[in-house]
């Protein structure tokens, strides 16, 4: 029996503890080199109760409700397949692939999940996270992209979703130059839906083409297989640069025992045609074998223990300081009705170290806060929208954005943005012109972004804040949270005035479901839905995990003047 007590907190990250990551902190080798321990500990200040005004308990009260039916959802998405196919799994003597990971990652770290909600409310929900989970752990003291299909969900096979998740997860790895390692238990595709999923640029084929070119940049490929690895799949092994597999249990083939026997009239079984021993024996598709899940674990554990140490961005990273105000008071700052402002200087009171705020330019483009501070001890450069964007917000967040490139200093955005102002006085001032100079140096900056939709996320604003199309390193989404092109009440007015005889009713209705942080999560717009009051450690832990890539050289486009 297998006791699974004594490993990580791997649990959806809002049930991550402070203490977890700082335990997560203490692993890695980087920190441990630079005795950051001796700071993480120190520091910890009295926290007091910022506020209790009537609205404030309102609001903390109505949320209360957010918060609830977000757990639930995601209690459901992380409860792998049908018990049936739960039992079938387990009663081959394999681990559930939460489990898995779970022993693949230091004892009592947390793993940060990512898009646990993927095809939430698609296909009937047969998918659950889209049948695959992807994350952050650290292994060995090193921080590595996990990335484990999920067998209980139909054999682990890929629809669209799940291809997505998987592409991403690789992204992630490349742009923060991570191991990526590959606990592979999977049908491959999705027969059904095999023309969503096969030919095009980010489809199936994505996710080797990606094995080739990490491999090629010296970011190690490891792959565990626990299970069935068939057709394309097949590949995922093949392309890593070192492969496990467990006796009677893994098999890799391009074709199966029924292909094989229909195409060639050949007699063979699993074993015969791909299994561990065959493969690490004969054919040498595979490297390393191993009798079970949990020696595959310890194998694959050890080998990322020999691997070389990256050149890390160094930065300038302080003693750990609660922040005066308690976080879960986040809360009660948020007005479920997104047309009530948010008081950004509030938010950013209780997700910073100390509560201290180094404002830019406080008294100029007010809409638009920006300063330094830092989180978990690392220093930021925060841009938090007060309103709408103006050209005096929008020149001030493109000097600020300057200052922390030039400073090589990470960049936060906190999205609350209804978009850019509008009138004919904001067009002949050029709001355009200097709205096009933000994102100019929102596309070019060279620092890590990160991106929390605290609010509204609509229209040209996303741009502005670095939206997914600007490649922050990561986006999360507040459950409470919004994204759509404009508000649905706005949408009506404007398909009216053009003369549009569609139903507003139904309109304001698709709006309301399309723009739900869920409905976001399920098409991977972002990187997953976080709790507020965990904001502050799953950030801290994104910058943490960018600092495996230098930071590149400030470089701009052509600013219009
Ligand atoms: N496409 C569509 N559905 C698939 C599938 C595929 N490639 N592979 C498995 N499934 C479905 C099964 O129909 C079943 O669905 P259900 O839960 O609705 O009954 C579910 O996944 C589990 O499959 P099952 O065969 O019962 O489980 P298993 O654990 O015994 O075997 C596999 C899993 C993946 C080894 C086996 O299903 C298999 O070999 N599939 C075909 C793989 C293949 O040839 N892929 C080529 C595509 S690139």
């Known amino acids: 029996m297998i006791s699974l ?6 649990f959806p990250y809002h049930r991550i503890y402070d203490s977890s990551v700082n335990q997560y902190f203490l692993q890695l080798s980087y920190y441990r080199q630079i005795n950051l321990y001796i700071l993480l500990m120190s520091g910890f200040t009295q926290v007091h109760k910022g506020n209790s005004s009537a609205e404030f308990n309102l609001r903390a009260e109505e949320y209360q409700t957010v918060l609830q039916e977000f757990r639930q959802k995601l209690a459901g998405v992380s409860a792998h397949g049908s018990v049936a196919a739960v039992e079938k799994h387990r009663s081959r003597g394999k681990l559930l692939a939460r489990e898995r990971i779970n022993l693949l990652v230091d004892a009592q770290t947390p793993f940060l999940e990512l898009s646990t909600f993927a095809a939430y409310n698609q296909y009937d929900n047969a998918f659950p996270s889209a049948g695959i989970i992807t994350g952050i752990g650290v292994v060995n003291g090193r921080e590595c992209l996990i990335i484990a299909n999920d067998a209980t969900v139909k054999g682990g096979t890929y629809i669209r979703e799940t291809i997505k998740k ?16 590959y606990l592979v238990d999977s049908g491959g ?3 059904p839906e095999q023309a969503n999923v096969f030919p095009d640029r980010f489809d199936f084929g ?4 990606n094995q080739a ?32 597999i467990v006796r009677n249990q893994g ?8 292909l094989v026997l229909a195409a060639t009239g050949e007699e063979v079984t699993s074993e015969e045609l791909g299994g561990a021993e065959m493969h690490t024996a004969i054919s040498g598709v595979a490297d390393h074998m191993a009798e079970d899940d949990v020696h595959a674990l310890k194998l694959c554990r050890d080998i990322v223990a020999g691997l070389p140490i990256p050149e890390k961005q160094r930065l300038d990273i302080q003693p750990v300081r609660e922040p005066l105000f308690p976080m879960e008071e986040l809360a009660g700052l948020l007005p479920t009705d997104l047309k009530k402002p948010i008081n950004a200087h509030a938010i950013i009171e209780r997700l910073v170290d100390g509560s ?3 404002e830019f330019k406080a008294n100029y483009g007010k809409t638009l806060v920006t300063g330094f501070a830092r989180i978990w001890g690392f220093p930021v450069g925060i841009i938090a929208n007060n309103s709408f964007l103006t050209s005096e917000s929008s020149l001030k967040g493109t000097h600020f954005i300057q200052l922390c490139v030039q400073r090589k200093v990470p960049l936060i955005f906190l999205q609350n943005i209804t978009g850019f102002i509008v009138g004919k006085k904001y067009e002949h001032q050029g709001i355009v012109r200097d709205g096009a100079k933000l994102i100019n140096a929102v596309a070019n ?5 990160f991106t929390i939709v605290m609010g509204g996320s609509f229209g040209a604003g996303n741009y502005a804040m670095a939206g997914r199309a600007f490649d922050p390193h990561f986006l999360f989404m507040w459950p409470h949270a919004r994204i759509s092109v404009m508000g649905g009440e706005q949408a009506a007015g404007v398909l009216r005035s053009i003369g549009s005889n569609g139903s507003t009713g139904s309109l304001l209705d698709e709006f309301e479901e399309q723009s739900s942080a869920y409905y976001s999560s399920s098409r991977l717009w972002d990187d997953g839905i976080i709790e507020p009051a965990d904001t502050r450690k799953v950030l801290a832990m994104a910058i943490s995990v960018s600092l495996n890539r230098p930071f590149g050289e400030a470089s701009y486009g052509v600013f219009r003047m």
């Open 189 to 191: 595709i999705y027969l």
């Open 206 to 209: 994505r996710v080797f083409y």
């Open 166 to 181: 998987h592409v991403r997860a690789q992204e992630i790895a490349r742009q923060n130059k991570l191991i990526c390692i």
């Open 213 to 244: 070119r990490m491999s090629a940049e010296g970011i190690p490929q490891l792959s565990v297989v626990m299970g069935s690895c068939t057709a394309g799949g097949a590949y995922v092994p093949a392309m890593s640069d070192e492969t496990i």
């Open 5 to 10: 007590d004594s490993g990580s907190c791997l």
């Open 356 to 358: 201290e705020f180094q």
């Open 445 to 449: 900056a060279s620092v890590p972004k």
């Open 251 to 258: 098999t890799i083939f391009i074709g199966g025992p029924p």
